[in-house]
């Protein structure tokens, strides 16, 4: 653990974001989860708060001002209604919000004690959380990005659905929550995926629901495709196999 956590501080660019991959010199999205896993360690408080420096100074570009103007002007605009004043994040610097890295860095930022926050955090979260409420499918559930394209509904997915879910998990008797987790319910027999399974467990163990009877389990699942190969996933699923989510348990700083 020491030395995944030094290596993690030793990874961290100038400007207090963290690269995907050793040799870029481009933060991104792995920003929040450097953030997160490092609020675990005592020494890597200066490291935490410049991370989240760096996150609270991201700003989509989609939704800039200009770009909102345009929008209004644009013949679709009525097609795929969303409120573009309500801001996330991308997977890369000033591109578009996008459900997943909005998930990541609401997690981050509500783990991180006041100290660390910048005094633009609370602003950030009340503007991404408002975002994924706003781009949740009708009818529960969440997809990569826009709840619908060109007038069409878009399908929920698994792991969009769990992350945004997690993120948003203090409000859970929210009718929007409440109908996302029970999409989730209803979905869980169709999962082929072990990561998308195990998350999914996570899920429901963070919200206090029970593993719908007759639903797949991680050992079914393994003895068709045994999917421990994959680091991440392996990840996963010792943490969905682990009990109640002890990790997920940060006191938030400020109630959205």
């Not at 933060?27 to 360690?41: D, F, I, P, Q, R």
């Not at 990541?104 to 991180?112: K, P, R, T, V, Y």
Request: aromatic share 10%; proline share 7%; hydrophobic share 40%.
């Amino acid at each position: 653990m020491a030395r995944g956590f030094r290596f993690l501080r030793e990874s961290q660019l100038a400007d207090g974001s963290w690269p995907s991959t050793p040799g870029e010199r481009r933060g991104c999205w792995v920003t929040s989860l450097c953030c997160w896993l490092l609020l675990a360690e005592k020494d890597s408080s200066a490291s935490v708060a410049a991370g989240l420096q760096w996150l609270c100074r991201d700003w989509p570009s989609d939704t800039t001002l200009w770009r909102r103007f345009l929008g209004k002007l644009a013949s679709q605009r009525k097609l795929h209604p969303i409120n573009d004043s309500y801001r996330g994040w991308g997977w890369t610097p000033g591109t578009s919000s996008w459900v997943e890295p909005t998930s990541f860095a609401l997690i981050s930022l509500e783990h991180a004690g006041n100290r660390l926050l910048p005094s633009n955090a609370d602003r950030r979260r009340e503007l991404a959380s408002a975002m994924l409420y706003d781009r949740m499918c009708p009818g529960g559930g969440w997809n990569c990005g826009n709840p619908c394209v060109y007038g069409v509904p878009g399908e929920p997915l698994v792991v969009p659905t769990v992350w945004a879910l997690i993120a948003l998990r203090h409000d859970p008797a929210r009718r929007k929550n409440v109908e996302s987790i029970e999409w989730l319910e209803r979905n869980i027999a169709n999962i082929r995926s072990g990561g998308s399974l195990a998350l999914a467990r996570i899920c429901l163990d963070t919200y206090g629901r029970r593993w719908p009877t007759g639903a797949p389990t991680l050992s079914d699942l393994y003895e068709k495709n045994e999917f421990l190969g994959n680091v991440q996933v392996a990840a996963w699923s010792s943490l969905a196999m682990s009990g109640p989510s002890h990790w997920l348990n940060g006191v938030p700083t400020k109630t959205i």
